[in-house]
Nanobody
Framework: QVQLVESGGGLVQAGDSLRLSCAAS????????MGWFRQTPGKDREFVAA????????YAADSVKGRFTISRDNAKNTVHLQMNSLKSEDTAVYYC????????????????WGQGTQVTVSS
């Protein structure tokens, strides 16, 4: 099993930056890809970004490209999501996820999930 704990959410104004972190514990050696998803009430969970084990490959949704950056610190079993130029439509609960496999933007492909952290962007 792999446990994921997110941190760094909060209330910010439009245009501000925020950095989310996700700490992994347990059988982390089995994790090859870590990702971030987000969800608003009444909507499906949507993909934000993903990164492979060694950080050489990243993948981001079109809606966040150029504003959000995903990075990974394997020594600390942590993945970060740097969010810049935040918009009100970025408001959501952000979830960290992990899987043993290739890169994917599909929620069904991820085996492990964190509890989520709320990000609220006021306009």
């Amino acid at each position: 099993q792999v446990q994921l704990v997110e941190s760094g959410g909060g209330l910010v104004q439009a245009g501000d930056s925020l950095r989310l972190s996700c700490a992994a514990s347990g059988r982390t050696f089995s994790v090859t890809v870590m990702g971030w998803f987000r969800q608003t009430p009444g909507k499906d969970r949507e993909f934000v970004a993903a990164i492979n084990r060694y950080g050489g490959t990243t993948y981001a949704a079109d809606s966040v490209k150029g504003r959000f950056t995903i990075s990974r610190d394997n020594a600390k079993n942590t993945v970060h999501l740097q969010m810049n130029s935040l918009k009100s439509e970025d408001t959501a609960v952000y979830y960290c996820a992990a899987r043993n496999g290739g890169m994917s933007d599909r929620t069904s492909m991820y085996d492990y999930w964190g509890q989520g952290t709320q990000v609220t962007v006021s306009s």
